[in-house]
């Protein structure tokens, strides 16, 4: 398919880039963007060869956030096509949540309002230690409601709380300490850092990476480590170390070789 809002990239080794490409209104979304970012993830969803996915940002910053115009049609709209809306970027973050493959995001520049929910939806982030990021919608009378869930689940309750009744701005390096962030690094070693990233998880089975993403999606939902939630673990490990990957896994450290998944990597 081809996009108007992104650059959806793909190279041999299965990694998947999809670039917000709106360098020019600082990659803010809009209905476009929501749309063709459902639509790209649906791509992904279908894809077998795709072993991780990177969201990035063109230009100087990851997303400033909805765009202006946008907001402004909103503005517009009734309380039902308001409610359609919101729909819509509730699919988005629903299915970046749950995407399959591991996902990474890399930020640079600022991060705000419903791109923080993005970072959020990822399974790791890296950033810039100079990137910028807010909760900004009270500022215009708005919440973060879409995206709330997903940003609770990534930096904690109180966090959230004062971040998102403050709308306050807070940086890279407080974005790691707050957990929304894994490392952060000076702005010129980024692009190595995702090279280093990429790598690595690269290095590990992609059969072996969604059952664990999919089981920690199950035990971090569950209020308390249940009868089912257990099964769940004991049924997770049982299928892994039966299936192809879980046996040349263990063959490969047994005999000291490499596993097949990692001998094309280029």
Partial sequence: MTYQTLQFEQDINGVAT??????????????????????????????????????????????????????????????????????????????????PQPSLAVVQGAAFGGALGLVACCDMAIGAQDAMFCLSEVRIGLAPAVISPYVVRAIGERATRRYALTAERFSGEKAQSLGLLAETYPADQLEQAVNSWT??????????????????????????????????????????????????????FLEKRTPAWQENIQ
């Avoid at 569950?222 to 263990?250: F, Y």
């Fill in 199 to 252: 790598g690595t998880l690269l290095l590990n089975s992609p059969a072996a990476l969604k059952a664990c993403k999919a089981l920690l999606h199950d035990v971090g939902a569950a209020a308390v480590l249940d009868d089912p939630i257990r099964e769940r673990t004991q049924h997770c490990i049982a299928m892994l170390r039966v299936s192809p990957e879980g046996q040349e896994g263990l063959r490969a």
């Fill in 18 to 99: 999809l670039w917000l490409n709106r360098p020019d209104k600082n990659n803010a979304f809009n209905a476009d963007v929501i749309a063709e970012l459902i639509q790209a993830l649906d791509e992904i969803y279908a894809d077998e060869s795709i072993r991780l996915v990177i969201l990035r940002g063109r230009g100087r910053h990851f997303s400033s956030g909805a765009d202006l115009a946008w907001m402004q049609a909103s503005a517009q709209l009734t309380l039902e096509e308001n409610r359609a809306d919101a729909r819509l970027l509730s699919q988005l973050m629903e299915k970046l949540y749950h995407l």
